[in-house]
């Protein structure tokens, strides 16, 4: 016997749920389903397994899209004040960290929970371990679904797939392929908020220094810009500074990485060398940085001369290290430990009230399928709220 909904979702991720319990508050009988054994499995793992559910400042600027126009309509209509207010009616207890970053006070599985009770409170159903093996557009209207459980039809589909990134909680690209059968473009993915890897020259010289981690400003050559800590790793690169930078770097191209942000080195180095001329320069510039990411840095030659017996040239370029260090990374650590994925479905093709198709009437997408990148802090997460919302309110 075939079951009939109103709507079904493809996906029990941030957007999924969420739009499943306003859609279902509407009236609509809902279908929520995905392959995987546990709702929300990315949200149960994120910020350290507190979740980081929103930022209390959301703007279109914090978001990579092809049309960076597309995100206002549902961020506008969907603050993060709304989501605030729905996680503070759950009595979920909540602190701020840097740059408006908001996290649970307990665990991640609170936000979860929350979803689910939202879901239950609208009458929206849920059905885990749930292959979709076909999927068609039906003559008169809607969609006509094969599952593993069961043949399914509904009025209105949304995709709410995911990326590619963390392929180890269940990513896949069939939110794409889903969206090609239906006449959708999809925009080259590639992972986004990702680690960079080191050129094996650099590893050898730079892989000891694993765990050290100092404040930093990294910039793109696009001239993007962000001061965050940046971590060393025994693979290259990561922490906040390199998550946020990743997103707008290329293959190939530099980033440039100022160890002292906020300083002058050029003045620095003067004016130690006008109060202790005698010296070396690896006690001087440990007083600013770790010292065995100085010992890395520099020749050790180098290190044991005295200020004074450093020429004018030797001093500017070791400023320009400290303030400039130009590095070419290998590459990224790719899907397997992004957080996001860049790319996805078009929007060209998407409605920014609703996020319904406009090749096809009744198919909406939303979420991290579409081509839609929030930097790190909470932003992601806002999308899926705000994109859920959107649907929710007209599927």
């Not at 320069?281 to 990411?293: D, G, S, V, Y």
């Not at 997408?365 to 790190?376: H, Q």
Request: glycine residues 10%; hydrophobic residues 40%.
């Amino acid at each position: 016997m075939t079951e009939h909904f109103d709507v079904i979702i493809i996906g029990a991720g941030a957007a999924g749920l969420m739009c499943a319990a306003q859609a279902g508050y509407r009236g609509r009988s809902v279908l929520v389903f995905d392959n995987a054994k546990k709702p929300g499995r990315k949200i149960l793992i994120s910020g350290g397994g507190r979740c980081n559910f929103t930022n209390l400042s959301v703007g279109p600027e914090n978001y990579l899209c092809g049309n960076p126009h597309f995100v206002k309509s549902a961020l506008a209509r969907y603050p993060s004040s709304d989501f605030i207010e729905l996680v503070e009616r759950h009595g979920i207890d909540y602190h701020e960290r840097d740059h408006g970053q908001l996290f649970c006070d307990d665990s991640a599985k609170q936000i979860v929970d929350m979803l689910l009770t939202e879901c239950e409170w609208a009458g929206a159903k849920l059905r885990m371990r749930c292959e979709l093996l076909e999927i068609s557009a039906r003559d008169e209207q809607g969609f006509a679904l094969k599952t593993s459980s069961g043949d399914l039809q509904c009025d209105s589909l949304v995709v709410a797939t995911g990326g590619l990134s963390m392929p180890k909680l269940g990513a896949t690209p069939f939110g794409y392929q889903l969206a090609e059968q239906f006449g959708h473009t999809v925009t080259t993915t590639r992972a986004g908020l990702v680690p960079f890897t080191w050129h094996a020259d650099t590893k050898l010289r730079f892989e000891a220094l694993s765990g050290i981690a100092v404040p930093a400003t990294i910039t793109a050559e696009n001239g993007k810009q962000f001061s965050e800590a940046l971590l060393f790793t025994h693979r290259g690169l990561s922490g906040p500074a390199v998550l946020q930078i990743s997103n707008y770097w290329k293959p190939g191209e530099a980033i440039h990485i100022n160890l002292l942000p906020g300083q002058d080195a050029p003045a620095l180095l003067e004016q130690v060398l006008s109060q202790h001329p005698k010296q070396s320069l690896r006690n001087t510039i440990a007083q600013w940085l770790p010292k065995r990411l100085v010992e890395a840095l520099f020749d050790e030659t180098q290190l044991g001369k005295a200020l004074n017996q450093l020429g004018h040239g030797e001093r500017d370029e070791i400023a320009a290290t400290l303030n400039n260090w130009q590095l070419v990374m290998n590459g990224t650590e790719g899907y397997r430990t992004a957080e996001v994925t860049l790319g996805g479905v078009d929007t060209a093709q998407i409605s920014s009230k609703t996020m319904e198709s406009t090749q096809v009437a009744g198919l909406y997408f939303i979420g991290e399928v579409m081509d839609v990148t929030g930097w790190l802090g909470g932003y992601n997460f806002q999308w899926a709220w705000a994109s859920g919302m959107a649907a929710g309110l007209a599927c």
